[in-house]
């Protein structure tokens, strides 16, 4: 088996605790733009604007709408989803949640712990992202794990998003990895695994939640500190 000179991770939902940090992004913000005046509670609002964010998301990956549409319709359609009505108010939630989100600090278990022994053992890591250059370099910075990272390629950079190869050949150049000397490590089976291996990368699915159980033929762990001693070798 060739030395996995290269390992590549994916930010959210990988090492960035995605979910916690956005709920209490926008539990700030719920406050600060008094929404309770006009939603039952924050747990109903966020539970619709999970919904919808999946989808826009699901959109923009796909190129079906702008980072702009993305920014400010989820909000839009959130707000709509308990007849609000309020272009203004809806670009005040995402440019507060732009603010705001990029500055929580909440790491998946073992991350800095599993960062700090591939990085004493000489490997080069790298992330691959379909997150905003402008907020993905503020998660990294202010939750302390920026300097682990040789590369950070963000696939706007790119023009495209994960699975497209392109993403992972531009990385592969950035970093003059090989790819059969190059893992790939996310939480999104089509996004990251088959997007990798498309590209002759080993693809690992992190699957903290068991969420992907009957994917049985995929090369999964649960925990970050699973990756040196189950994946590298160590």
């Not at 005040?92 to 989100?101: A, N, P, T």
């Not at 929580?104 to 278990?109: K, S, Y």
């Not at 300097?147 to 190869?165: A, Q």
């Not at 009957?214 to 189950?230: D, F, M, T, W």
Request: charged share 30%; glycine share 6%.
């Amino acid at each position: 088996m060739n030395k996995l000179n290269h390992i590549f991770f994916d930010l959210d939902r990988t090492l960035w605790d995605f979910e916690t940090n956005s709920k209490a992004a926008l539990v700030q913000i719920f406050d600060e733009l008094k929404l309770a005046e006009h939603i039952p509670t924050f747990d109903v609002f966020y539970e619709e604007y999970r919904i919808v964010n999946a989808d826009f998301w699901d959109k923009y990956s796909k190129g079906i709408i702008s980072k702009a549409d993305l920014r400010s319709g989820r909000f839009a359609q959130t707000l709509e989803k308990f007849s609000i009505i309020n272009e203004k108010l809806s670009h005040k939630l995402g440019e507060r949640y732009i603010q705001v989100s990029p500055y929580q600090t909440n790491l998946f278990p073992g991350t800095v712990e599993t960062l700090s022994e591939l990085k004493n053992n000489d490997h080069q890591l790298h992330i691959i992202t379909n997150g905003f250059k402008e907020v993905q370099f503020i998660k990294l910075e202010n939750s302390g794990i920026l300097n682990y990272f040789d590369d950070i390629l963000c696939s706007e950079e790119v023009g495209v998003n994960k699975p497209d190869p392109l993403v992972f050949k531009k990385a592969l150049e950035r970093t003059k990895a090989k790819n059969i000397e190059s893992i790939m490590i996310g939480d999104d089976f089509n996004a990251d695994v088959l997007g990798a291996e498309k590209c002759g990368i080993r693809g690992v699915l992190f699957d903290p939640h068991n969420h992907h159980v009957e994917r049985s033929g995929v090369e999964r762990i649960q925990s970050l500190k699973e990756i040196p001693a189950k994946i590298i070798g160590l």
